[in-house]
């Protein structure tokens, strides 16, 4: 029997508790699809009397990083804080320390990724980020991994699961704006910040992502053209009802010869389309292949469990060495296109 495999949980908001209760609940699910014991061995967080969605045992509870990066039993540190500061120390630690990690966090991989993945390559140790883009949606893994043997012409979806959720609720149950945006909060769909949600800086970051994986180029959010929902009031949205259409905000990447154009931006959606019905925290990716064709894939876009179903899925290909080869073979970072950005 092999050792199991160990996990140290940094955060344990909205994704984290579901990462814990995944591994607390289904210890024989995943260790059978692991090939080993997947065992949460520390959860670190900021506040240790918090009351949470998940009862963790005390004595794995900590606030101290260095403990984590001290024990050698511990294979992977998955890194669910959010933000770029703290989160990107504690990463790059976390590789020096000889850990594999596993986040979701789109913003730190969009400003910092660069120099992360250099890391990981300096220490033979992986990064896996299927959490951070489109939630529960294995597009990373699509994109890597299935659509491996195509040259991808473009990437169109709907992004961010908090935008989409106030658009849907203005759009079908007529409510104003703020109280969409609070529930989204409520239900933590949203981003600590959650102009980052309505701005589309955040669906700019995961573009920027599947622009790395789908083109290899270095993408940053002001190489695109980027528009947030902030202000679309209820008039737009009524007279796009009227005409047959509904705002969704879109986030497109799209081939033109040896020039990407990327943009985010609230676009009107024809009722009856694939995208026009992806509604509340849903999000969607059409991506064309030059082979495959168009491939359509949906699902939830954010909150507890399906963000923590992708990460888990992380773990399991680490603990069983898929993720390791993936990594190596496809250099998944490297930028070596000619593509320009226009
Ligand atoms: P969250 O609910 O705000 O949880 C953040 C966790 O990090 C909390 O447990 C908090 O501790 C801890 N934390 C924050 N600052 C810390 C610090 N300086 N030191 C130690 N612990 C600290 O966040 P979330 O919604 O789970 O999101 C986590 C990450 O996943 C973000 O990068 C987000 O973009 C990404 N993501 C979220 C979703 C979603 O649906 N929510 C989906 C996909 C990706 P306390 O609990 O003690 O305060
Ligand atoms: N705040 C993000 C969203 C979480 O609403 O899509 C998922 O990445």
Not at 4 to 11: D, R
Not at 135 to 144: D, H, K, M, N
Request: charged share 20%.
């Amino acid at each position: 029997m092999q050792e199991p495999f160990s996990v140290a949980l940094l955060g344990c908001g909205t994704v984290g508790a579901g990462v814990a209760q995944l591994l607390m609940q289904q210890v024989d699910r995943l260790g059978n699809r692991a090939g080993r014991a997947l065992q949460l061995k520390h959860v670190l967080v900021r506040d240790p009397n918090k009351v949470r969605d998940v009862s963790i045992p005390h004595n794995i509870v900590t606030t101290d990083l260095n403990l984590i990066l001290r024990d050698s039993s511990v294979d992977v540190v998955v890194e669910l804080v959010g933000g770029t500061t703290w989160a990107r120390d504690a990463v790059i630690q976390s590789l020096k320390a000889g850990k594999h990690v596993v986040t979701a966090n789109k913003a730190l991989l969009a400003q910092h990724g660069t120099e992360i993945f250099r890391q990981a390559h300096e220490s033979n140790r992986i990064v896996a980020f299927e959490a951070s883009v489109a939630g529960g949606i294995p597009i990373i893994s699509a994109l890597t991994q299935g659509l491996a043997a195509n040259e991808i012409q473009s990437i169109q979806g709907i992004l961010n699961g908090t935008s989409n959720y106030i658009l849907t609720a203005m759009t079908e149950h007529g409510h104003d704006y703020q109280t969409a945006l609070k529930e989204a909060q409520q239900l933590g769909f949203a981003e600590s910040d959650p102009t980052l949600d309505v701005d589309g800086s955040d669906a700019a970051h995961k573009l920027a992502i599947l622009a790395r994986l789908a083109f290899r180029v270095d993408a940053a959010s002001d190489q695109m053209f980027l528009s947030g929902i902030q202000e679309l009031t209820p008039l737009d949205i009524r007279l796009a009802a009227e005409l047959g259409y509904v705002f969704k905000l879109i986030a497109e990447a799209r081939r033109i010869n040896q020039r990407l154009s990327l943009q985010v931006s609230p676009t009107l959606v024809r009722r009856g389309t694939p995208l026009a019905d992806i509604g509340g925290a849903n999000n969607a990716v059409q991506i064309r292949g030059d082979a495959v064709g168009d491939v359509f894939l949906s699902g939830a876009g954010a909150g507890m469990m399906p963000t923590a179903s992708a990460v888990v899925s992380d773990i399991i290909d680490l603990a069983v060495g898929r993720a390791q080869h993936t990594f190596d073979s496809m250099r998944m970072w490297d930028t070596d296109s000619t593509l320009s950005i226009a």
